[in-house]
């Protein structure tokens, strides 16, 4: 089952360009993930903020979680041509030692 | 350091055929293994997890099968192919539970059922 919707599904901006997506879920969540995907390969987790957590950085990433809209939202700054990617988020429930994928975000930076 | 290794790298099966996807973890014990299913431009589908040796967990009822004959080595099976089987294959584990931990995933078969 779906837990994890993106928003938007594909994304362009200019390079330099902040980018930002969005991603909504379903039930409550112990933590939530974000991903990136570059074409044909396999994934890389970018960023873990837990349910008690509503902020979070690493470089020029920041992640929000409100748990009481159930979503989050992944910034990137100052975009770059290799953010060029599809970027997942992915929720951990509290009954399942497994995480469940949203279809993604097609991030396209532009020269 | 871990690293999970996983192969083939692509494959052309044809319909009907046996398939055997091979996923390999190194420098860690008893990970949580994972296996993956993406359609073309789709999300992720968990299609098995594995907590331990002989321990598997089906998420979706298929021709596919997955077993763990050993602590850090997780298999994908079919015995025999569909072509609604293609897609990219991805294996990731965790150590233990993945409360504070993401997922490592592997680079990926991709599969063609011709």
């Known amino acids: 089952s779906q837990q994890g919707e993106e928003d938007p599904q594909a994304l362009s901006i200019q390079e330099g360009e902040n980018a930002t997506m969005n991603c909504s879920y379903k039930?409550?969540?112990?933590?939530l993930q974000w991903y990136r995907q570059n074409s044909g390969r396999g994934l890389v987790h970018l960023i873990l903020?837990?349910?008690?957590?509503r902020e979070k950085h690493s470089g020029r990433l920041r992640v929000t979680l409100d748990t009481s809209k159930k979503s989050s939202s992944l910034l990137i700054t100052a975009s770059r041509a290799a953010d060029t990617a599809s970027y997942f988020c992915?929720?951990?429930?509290?009954?399942?030692?497994?995480?469940?994928f949203g279809k993604g975000t097609r991030l396209h930076i532009l020269p | 350091s871990q690293t999970i290794h996983q192969w083939p790298a692509t494959l052309v099966q044809p319909v009907g055929s046996p398939l055997s996807l091979e996923c390999t973890v190194e420098?860690?014990?008893?990970?949580?293994l994972y296996w993956y299913r993406q359609a073309a431009g789709r999300g992720l589908q968990l299609l098995f997890y594995?907590?331990?040796?002989?321990?598997i967990s089906s998420e979706v009822p298929q021709n596919l099968s997955a077993s763990r004959p050993q602590d850090r080595q997780f298999i994908l099976s079919s015995k025999k192919l569909l072509l609604s089987d293609s897609g990219f294959y991805l294996c990731?584990?965790?150590?233990?539970?993945?409360?504070?931990?993401?997922?490592?995933f592997g680079s990926g078969t991709r599969l063609t059922v011709v």
């Open positions: 990731a584990w965790t150590g233990g539970v993945p409360i504070n931990y993401g997922y490592t």
């Open positions: 039930t409550s969540i112990n933590n």
């Open positions: 903020i837990r349910s008690n957590e």
């Open positions: 992915a929720t951990l429930t509290y009954r399942d030692d497994k995480i469940i």
């Open positions: 420098g860690t014990s008893n990970p949580n």
């Open positions: 594995s907590v331990g040796i002989g321990q």
